[in-house]
């Protein structure tokens, strides 16, 4: 097998393998592809080159993953990767006595049964008692439980 093979599998193989690494998630097909080419290159060397020239490849496959997986798990690697924004929005963050049992309102969203509700001019998520409630049903609370609202049709 000439050297242009060999060395075409080497390189595939680590690409598979840092592609298993930083992108696909779990042990997959694309990592044990990766080190089944690797593996297969340096038995193809030891075969085809003899033990000196395979010797030598194995140290250059393991010197070359090493750098290649050093280089790309820095931390500017990472950096232009992820994602740079942070969430800050919060679902329900209201003051103990804002909302009451007995407070009316409108179902802005259809409630199915979680949707958004306008009560005491303010919008809230809120939990239908009922499952479904159709877009602007009057609604009225029935219950407040920490952040979680839970209402029902005023018509019942």
């Not at 694309?30 to 080419?37: H, L, Y």
């Not at 194995?58 to 931390?75: E, F, H, N, Q, W």
């Not at 990472?78 to 049992?101: C, H, I, Q, S, Y």
């Amino acid at each position: 097998m000439s050297w242009i093979i060999i060395i075409t599998l080497i390189v595939v193989g680590l690409i598979f393998l840092l592609l298993e690494i930083l992108v696909v998630p779990g042990a997959t097909v694309v990592g044990i592809v990766g080190a089944a080419m690797m593996a297969f290159g340096v038995y193809s060397a030891y075969s085809a080159h003899g033990s000196t020239a395979g010797t030598y490849t194995l140290a250059g496959t393991l010197v070359l993953s090493i750098s290649s997986l050093a280089m790309a798990l820095k931390s500017n690697t990472w950096k232009r990767a992820m994602l740079g924004t942070e969430m800050d929005g919060r679902v329900n963050t209201f003051e103990a006595d804002v909302v009451k049992p007995g407070d009316e309102g409108v179902a802005i969203s259809r409630l199915n049964p979680m949707g958004k509700a306008l009560i005491n001019g303010e919008y809230y998520e809120v939990t239908s008692k009922d499952n479904l409630l159709s877009q602007n049903t009057e609604i009225i609370v029935t219950k407040v439980d920490g952040n979680k609202i839970i209402v029902k049709s005023k018509t019942e």
